[in-house]
């Protein structure tokens, strides 16, 4: 049972990550209004001194107070400064451990659906550009109240000059309205463009070495950057909608700054204002069509939402919901019953019902793409199944607690992720970090110890210094797998890259050295051999269940292994 992420629409995304930094963009907004206010007043004091050094009279006290609301500005500005790439770092913080959680417990689906390098795009650049959208609303009262202020202030110095300002404000409006709703889609498609390049990345840098093998890397280089023009194509149109938002707004602006100055020179000859009150109606006018800063705001804001609208996509998939019941006493029992699994518009398994003894080793045998892998996955509930129910000691693994389940079910795979510093951190990850003898027992059966002894300092030694070859990678996967006490263990193609003798080894221990149920893939004759039992997986049914020797008597059983007998 999967459950519906908490997303919401980009806004709703952004609200909740402006909450987060809610009290320092309470302060950023009051410290950015007050340096509004601030420059608001410096016009009049401005043309309060003008006037009063054209009439000779004493002017200290408004020079002072010029000189303050300047060093005001000053201060004031720093401080935005500051608060501003303080909340965009924490916003982005934020946004980034919540992404990247959600990826965490949605997992391979995220990967198989936006790929991993989309994935990175998103988590890095997306992002980062979502964060800046609560410094950014948190400024853009200010960058209103600029506008607003400028056009009061021109009211009360006058109403003709704020009537005159008013007559091409709508329209000053209605291109910052356009401007707004086309960037927000040209910003979308430039991100989109973005995240098909790093994921065709990702995969080249992924299969560098099969790209270096057959000498493709110019054709591969071309095929990452093929996306290129079009990725060019949407940067133009970005450019191109803000230059002609700022050329529009850029030819109305010096209109009204003008008409707003003649009217204030006419009224200058007719003995209504002064000359220090002309000088502070051209300022007011200045900041009444305060474009430059409502464009990048809005700008800022439309990219933010674009990329609040990628993060979104991801955190609306559905993640993987835990029941609250705990596993009761026992040896590992497992069963599951009708399991049917699609992927895509294919049904890879078909109604399987399949029994595992509690303390016994099953081994899984198919040919590729019958659904080994996916029923592994089933079996620890690393997927859901689309239909039928999958049991552990009579309890569905969906009502299972996270903690109960994880510490229960043990797997091991293919190429294991070895996270952490040192080899010791990789072998201890889990739930319930195994003792350090434990992890060297385990070491010893999965005979990874040899290997362990010859790292320049062991246990010790830093991953990224260890450099392993896939067999040695696999025997440490199986350790840290064997370390983890739980009375299921799950060998997902664990022992694919492994020789015929480590194999058999392995195999060795984990009968007879390892606790609880354990089922494991078998490619090699030899390894199904020494199951307890094997099912053998066929048309997406599990066609027959018995032991090797039995089952050997069936010709398509044979098949599976090329008709060779035991090893």
Avoid at 244 to 260: E, I, M, N, T, Y
Wanted: glycine share 12%; charged share 20%; with cysteine.
């Amino acid at each position: 049972m999967t459950t519906r992420a908490d997303a919401a629409p980009p806004a709703a995304l952004l609200n909740t990550a402006t909450r987060h930094s809610g009290a320092r963009c309470v302060a950023l907004c009051l410290m950015s209004t007050a340096s509004t206010g601030a420059g608001l007043l410096l016009p009049a004091a401005l043309g309060r001194t003008l006037d009063l050094l054209l009439a000779h009279s004493p002017a200290t006290r408004w020079v002072l107070c010029c000189a303050g609301i300047v060093l005001l500005l000053a201060l004031l500005d720093a401080g935005e400064t500051v608060l501003s790439g303080t909340v965009d770092a924490r916003t982005t913080a934020w946004l980034r451990r919540r992404l990247t959680g959600h990826v965490l417990a949605v997992g391979p689906r995220a990967a198989a659906r936006f790929g991993s390098g989309d994935l990175v795009a998103r988590l890095v650049g997306n992002a980062a550009q979502a964060g800046t959208a609560p410094a950014a609303r948190a400024a853009l009262l200010a960058a209103l109240a600029g506008p607003v202020g400028g056009v009061v202030a021109l009211g009360l110095i006058d109403p003709w000059l704020a009537a005159v300002f008013l007559a091409g404000g709508p329209l000053l409006t209605l291109l910052l309205r356009a401007f707004a709703r086309d960037t927000t889609r040209c910003v979308a498609d430039y991100q989109q463009v973005q995240g098909r390049i790093a994921g065709a990345l990702a995969e080249a840098v992924a299969g560098h070495r099969t790209i270096e093998a057959a000498g493709t890397a110019d054709k591969e280089t071309a095929r990452i950057l093929r996306p290129l023009p079009e990725l060019s194509r949407a940067g133009h149109r970005m450019w191109r909608v803000q230059g002609r938002a700022a050329a529009q707004a850029s030819a109305v602006a010096p209109l009204l700054q003008l008409g707003v100055v003649a009217v204030a020179g006419l009224l200058l000859t007719r003995h209504r204002l002064s000359v220090g009150e002309v000088l502070a109606a051209s300022r007011y006018a200045v900041l009444a069509t305060g474009v430059g800063v409502l464009v990048g705001q809005f700008a800022s804001l439309a990219r933010a939402r674009a990329a609040a609208g990628r993060l979104d996509e991801v955190l609306a998939e559905p993640t993987m919901a835990y029941g609250e019941r705990e596993l009761p006493p026992g040896p590992g029992h497992l069963e599951l019953r009708g399991v049917t699994a699609r992927r895509g518009d294919r049904t890879v398994l078909d109604g399987v019902d399949l029994v595992v003894p509690g303390g016994t080793t099953l081994a899984l045998v198919g040919r590729s793409g019958t659904g080994k892998s996916l029923l592994a996955a089933l079996a620890g509930r690393l997927a859901e199944p689309d239909a039928g129910e999958i049991l552990l000691d009579g309890v569905p693994l969906r009502e299972l607690t996270h903690k109960d389940l994880r510490g229960s079910v043990g797997y091991a795979f293919e190429r294991p992720a070895l996270l952490g510093t040192t080899i010791e951190d990789a072998l201890t990850l889990g739930l319930r970090p195994p003792s350090p003898a434990r992890i060297r027992e385990a070491t010893r059966l999965a005979h990874a110890e040899d290997f362990v002894r010859r790292l320049p300092k062991g246990y010790a030694t830093a991953c990224a210094d260890a450099p392993r070859s896939g067999g040695e990678s696999q025997r440490l996967g199986l350790a840290r797998a064997f370390a983890h006490d739980g009375r299921l263990l799950i060998l997902d193609d664990a022992l694919s890259s492994l020789d015929t003798v480590t194999e058999a080894q392995i195999a060795e221990s984990l009968t007879r050295g390892t606790a609880g149920t354990r089922l494991l893939i078998a490619h090699r004759a030899a390894t199904a051999a020494r199951s307890d039992a094997v099912a053998w997986l066929d048309g997406g049914r599990v066609r027959a269940v018995g032991t090797h020797e039995e089952l050997w008597q069936l010709a398509g059983y044979r098949a599976v292994f090329g008709d060779g007998g035991p090893t």
